[in-house]
């Protein structure tokens, strides 16, 4: 059977290496999606941003916050610039493993908790 190829993306990177733009380009909607990546000065992942065909604005914007030891803390999601949910994420002072995490609505103020199980290791 003839494979078609529905979206083609094309992945740009820079000299580090580092993922800095991704372009997804739809065959069946001629519709064009770019996202680009920035890095923190510890490389970690800063944010994502999503545009819609040739627009100067992102349509969609992920940012991403760490605490010192690089444990992802924060995940803010925006949507045409205005906040849409907010991601708080606790870590076991013990293990440093993910405990929990609020998914915050700024919207409604709804808060949902997602706790995790303690994972047990042995010597």
């Given at each position: 059977f003839p494979v078609t190829i529905y979206l083609e993306i094309t992945r740009v990177f820079n000299e580090d290496n580092y993922l800095i733009e991704e372009i997804e380009q739809s065959s069946t909607t001629a519709g064009i999606y770019r996202k680009t990546f920035e890095y923190n000065e510890h490389g970690w992942l800063q944010s994502v941003k999503k545009f819609n065909g040739k627009e100067g604005e992102p349509v969609e914007e992920k940012?991403?916050?760490?605490?010192?030891?690089?444990?992802?803390?924060?995940?803010?999601?925006?949507?045409?610039?205005?906040?849409?949910?907010?991601?708080?994420?606790?870590?076991?002072?013990?293990?440093?493993?993910?405990?929990?995490?609020?998914?915050?609505?700024?919207?409604?103020?709804?808060?949902?908790?997602?706790?995790?199980?303690?994972?047990?290791?042995?010597?």
């Open positions: 940012r991403f916050k760490y605490d010192t030891f690089g444990n992802l803390t924060n995940v803010y999601v925006y949507s045409f610039n205005i906040l849409k949910e907010e991601k708080e994420l606790y870590y076991n002072e013990k293990t440093f493993i993910l405990s929990n995490m609020l998914v915050i609505d700024p919207a409604t103020k709804r808060v949902k908790i997602l706790q995790f199980k303690d994972k047990l290791f042995y010597n």
